[in-house]
């Protein structure tokens, strides 16, 4: 009514985060797209966040390559102006993602390094560290299941490693999911007993978060994860092993 185009952009946006929400991708990307020509192109945030938005709802309705296009343009968008690093983080991450999907592991770890490198410069410490997340994840997705042992106790240190920088920075939700992690390789080979201390030193984390720091830009690093989801789930996975163990009474515990 009074031709505010800023804030006509950021409703709109709104509208598709709600639409996209509830999978409704059509009506997100309408109002994405609506967006897009109302938005100020100085307002290099919201244009960052659109470029995402709308590769998110590409990559939702498994169009891969429309949503690398928008998550590139995106990123060089703000390389180009050296700006909103940890967007550009952000966009560099999400090509990854469509790498990934797709088993393109070479080009997915190429661009979650470069990622690094842009949180990096920032010093975003979260964003790295679930950043190196992905990067362990991706290395496991080359693993055959018939190499269960490969490297087992250096894929061990590597999640150590990352729980530590999560550590460093005071982030337990990171932490807990490295331990996740460590218990998932442990149980797959057998190795019950510590598999189980992994997985209990998780779910200690996970009790011990309290109104934990968060920026928006962590949360897509946590739903690629699955860790939004999922932390009942740690606590199952602590409860199956302890079940395993004959520790039944200590299982029912934790799942209560």
Not at 28 to 35: D, G, I, K, M, P
Request: proline fraction near 1%; hydrophobic fraction near 35%; aromatic fraction near 10%.
């Amino acid at each position: 009514a009074v031709n505010d185009d800023a804030n006509i952009a950021l409703a709109l946006m709104g509208i598709g985060e709600t639409y996209f929400r509830q999978r409704r991708y059509g009506e997100a990307l309408n109002s994405f797209t609506q967006a897009q020509h109302t938005l100020d192109s100085d307002d290099l945030i919201s244009d960052a966040r659109l470029h995402l938005d709308l590769g998110n709802v590409y990559r939702a309705m498994n169009d891969g390559n429309t949503a690398l296009r928008y998550f590139r343009d995106g990123a060089n968008s703000l390389r180009a102006r050296k700006t909103a690093k940890k967007y550009e983080a952000l966009l560099l991450f999400s090509i990854g993602t469509v790498y990934h999907e797709s088993s393109r592991w070479d080009e997915a770890k190429r661009f979650f390094n470069e990622a690094v490198g842009a949180a990096k410069e920032v010093g975003d410490k979260i964003s790295e560290s679930y950043l190196y997340l992905l990067l362990a994840r991706t290395t496991e997705s080359q693993i055959p299941v018939s190499q269960r042992n490969f490297q087992l106790e250096k894929r061990v240190q590597t999640y150590e490693q990352i729980g530590q920088r999560f550590q460093d920075c005071g982030h337990k939700t990171g932490e807990a999911y490295s331990y996740v992690q460590i218990g998932n390789l442990y149980r797959m080979v057998g190795r019950l007993a510590e598999a189980r201390e992994a997985y209990r030193r998780a779910v200690d984390l996970d009790e011990e978060r309290a109104a934990e720091y968060l920026e928006d830009v962590h949360l897509p690093y946590q739903r690629e994860l699955g860790i939004d989801q999922n932390h009942e789930d740690w606590y199952r996975r602590l409860a199956a092993v302890l079940l395993e163990l004959r520790r039944s009474e200590e299982a029912l515990r934790y799942l209560d």
